[in-house]
């Protein structure tokens, strides 16, 4: 990268690194790495919501079926739509996840990605982001669980959250490592620990911010289809399957929001610490450069 001469210092300005993406390939600040969660969002958030569709469409269906066979069994819903709605939970987050990894590489190196592509892509690594999601939840869980079990107070119980507190913040990084490089959960959770080490109140601060900022955006987008939704029920106009349909839209958009900024704002830290740790930077420059030389040529 060539010197730069500037006019207002007299001198020259030292290389300024590339940009081919949402970020600029160098050591990131706190803005940066939320800022670039903007961008990515702003430039892949239509192909994520359509990405993310057949998953919430399927953990809709899921809560349909479990209350019909809850109602031809005669069992009490609830006993039936807690379990499916955890499990629907859990398979929505890990396909967020695993998608805005898909997303990250392309985001990073400036590449478009089509809703096709990010499926392909996220496919193959969904189980194993769901098992490392699984394991975390197991140990930010466990230990309040065992206290539990163990005939202690809740009081016991409580005293176990800055210790899940911690290990949350340890392993934040773990779905992107386990669909980034191929990881399975074991050692994507390893592999997040080791990148964490060093930076937590940094990882803490960056995600905490991201996911408050998720929430009230997400709140938000949900605002326009609510109105709509309710305008549809006037009297008037015949709006049942209007305002079910805006309700519904408005809540997959949100959800998407809500799962997929914070894990892009994740994702970017991990980007961050492997430039400052193992020299990704100049990795990512050569494949920015590989893809620059068949236009160039």
């Known amino acids: 990268m060539a010197e730069q001469w500037t006019h207002w210092g007299g001198g020259w300005l030292p290389p300024q690194p590339p940009k081919p993406g949402v970020i600029s390939l160098r050591p990131l600040k706190s803005g940066d790495i939320l800022g670039g969660a903007f961008a990515a969002l702003g430039r892949y958030g239509s192909r994520l919501v359509a990405a993310m569709l057949p998953g919430q469409l399927g953990a809709l269906l899921l809560l349909a079926a479990a209350a019909a066979g809850a109602l031809a069994l005669g069992v009490r819903p609830i006993t039936v739509l807690v379990p499916a709605a955890a499990l629907a939970t859990l398979a929505t987050c890990a396909l967020a996840a695993t998608l805005t990894a898909a ?62 507190l911690g290990l949350g913040v340890l392993f934040v990084l773990a779905p992107t490592a386990a669909a980034y490089e191929g990881l399975g959960p074991v050692a994507a959770l390893r592999r997040s620990a080791g990148l964490v080490r060093g930076a937590w109140w940094r990882t803490f601060a960056v995600t905490a911010l991201a996911a408050v900022i998720a929430t009230g955006a997400a709140y938000a987008v949900q605002l326009p289809f609510a109105f709509a939704g309710a305008l549809s029920l006037v009297p008037a106009i015949d709006g049942g399957l209007a305002h079910a349909t805006l309700a519904a839209l408005g809540g997959m958009v949100a959800q998407t929001l809500l799962l997929s900024f914070p894990q892009l704002a994740a994702g970017l830290v991990y980007v961050d610490r492997r430039i400052r740790r193992e020299g990704l930077a100049a990795e990512l420059t050569r494949e920015s450069e590989a893809d620059q030389a068949p236009a160039e040529g």
């Open 103 to 164: 997303v990250l590489r392309e985001a990073v190196l400036g590449r478009p990605a089509a809703v096709r592509t990010l499926l392909r892509a996220a496919r193959p690594r969904l189980a194993a982001v769901l098992g490392t999601q699984l394991l975390v939840l197991a140990a930010l869980a466990g230990p309040g669980a065992v206290a539990l079990a163990a005939g202690l107070p809740p009081l016991f119980a409580a005293a176990t959250l800055p210790v899940a």
